[in-house]
């Protein structure tokens, strides 16, 4: 079935830990990768995304995410983290000529001061 | 910065009984969405609407489900006999090029 997989639901670390999210998708073709988060009590806030052109694609808050076709991957990571990290990541994915969002989900990152 | 914005935040209802939720999306935008997320789980497409009709739907998306742009700004959610799985978050997203999403609204139907 087609989907957006993020394997870790929940990764626990240390303040300036580095953080690495797993996304892995399965749909064919040219697609639009979107990491979002949530903030405790807050809505979803795009932190970056990937439609097109260099790979590696840096976002707000220090977060970058690399889009790897060959591995249908699309990975978010933060060299080092903060306590104000801690929130629900979720990977999602727009399909060539779908109009809606696909996604993960989702991880839910604790990190302890 | 301008917000997608939602009412209520929090609707309690008895089952079999009709709820609107209410999203304001951003002005210029002109791609209106309803997602929902079932406590634990991800959250999945209900339907999208552009120029005053829908033009995408998911399975989940059955005939007690409606949306509806009344005037220029609000855009709603309407369930007509809600259901005790009918309990979640409904989140409501605009777009031109990206999707943004409001806060949403926690429904729970007992």
């Known amino acids: 079935a087609q989907s957006v997989s993020q394997h870790n639901h929940h990764v626990i670390l240390s303040e300036a830990a580095s953080l690495e999210l797993g996304c892995n998708y399965s749909?064919?073709?040219?697609?639009?990768l979107f990491w979002y988060v949530q903030y405790p009590g807050q809505h979803l806030q795009l932190l970056l995304k990937y439609f097109s052109g260099d790979p590696l694609v840096k976002g707000i808050k220090g977060f970058e995410a690399e889009f790897i076709k060959s591995k249908f991957s699309f990975n978010l990571r933060k060299p080092s983290v903060q306590w104000s990290d801690t929130a629900e990541y979720f990977c999602a994915v727009k399909r060539p000529g779908a109009n809606n969002l696909f996604f993960g989900t989702g991880t839910r990152l604790t990190v302890i001061p | 910065e301008p917000e997608v914005t939602q009412t209520p935040s929090h609707q309690v209802t008895q089952m079999g009984q009709e709820v609107i939720l209410r999203c304001v999306p951003i002005s210029n935008h002109l791609y209106f969405y309803w997602y929902r997320q079932i406590l634990g789980q991800k959250v999945e497409f209900l339907v999208s609407?552009?120029?005053?009709?829908?033009?995408?739907k998911s399975e989940i998306f059955d005939d007690q489900f409606s949306v509806e742009r009344p005037d220029g700004s609000n855009f709603t959610l309407k369930i007509r006999s809600t259901k005790l799985e009918d309990s979640a978050m409904y989140f409501c997203?605009?777009?031109?090029?990206?999707?943004?999403f409001g806060p949403g609204t926690r429904l729970l139907v007992l």
């Open positions: 749909y064919g073709g040219t697609v639009n």
């Open positions: 609407f552009y120029n005053n009709e829908i033009s995408e």
């Open positions: 997203a605009s777009r031109q090029e990206t999707q943004y």
